[in-house]
């Protein structure tokens, strides 16, 4: 016995939007828009948002660029290369975009993530790290508290 036409629809409709994810999750420093992602896909980009926001709880762009502020910080926690230089290393063209969406998720601006967590996970295993420095989605940072001299 095989299941409805909707249900049938519905989980292909999952499958495309896994494949979404997967695709964005490896080509993020690629330039990927909305409408590139759905042609992928076979659906409209409107169909692509509703659906993958139902999926995933927020929009492709977003979600988009949360993996681009993943890749950011770790690259941030590094330490060997500039804010600008981090910028366009995970695919963002644009410096005061990416400090805008940095800041909202991270809780402070990248140049002072580089300075407060450069050795911070030093030593850390890597899973461990992943899950401690993951960044907040959907602006739920606390702006970092100021320290008083």
Known sequence: MTGSP???QHLRDL?????VRDRI???YAQPLDVEALARGVHMSAGH????????YGEAPYSYLMTRRIERAMALLRRGDL?????????GCSSLGTFSTRFT???????SAYRARTASTTEGM???????VTRPIRNREARPAAAHLA
Request: overall charge positive.
């Open 6 to 8: 909707a249900t049938e």
């Open 15 to 19: 499958a495309r939007l896994r494949r």
């Open 25 to 27: 999750d490896r080509e």
């Open 48 to 55: 692509l948002s509703r659906e993958f926001r139902r999926a």
């Open 82 to 90: 500039s804010v600008t230089d981090v910028c366009f290393t995970v």
């Open 104 to 110: 909202e998720l991270v809780g402070m601006p990248p």
């Open 125 to 131: 295993p890597s899973c461990v790290e992943k899950q």
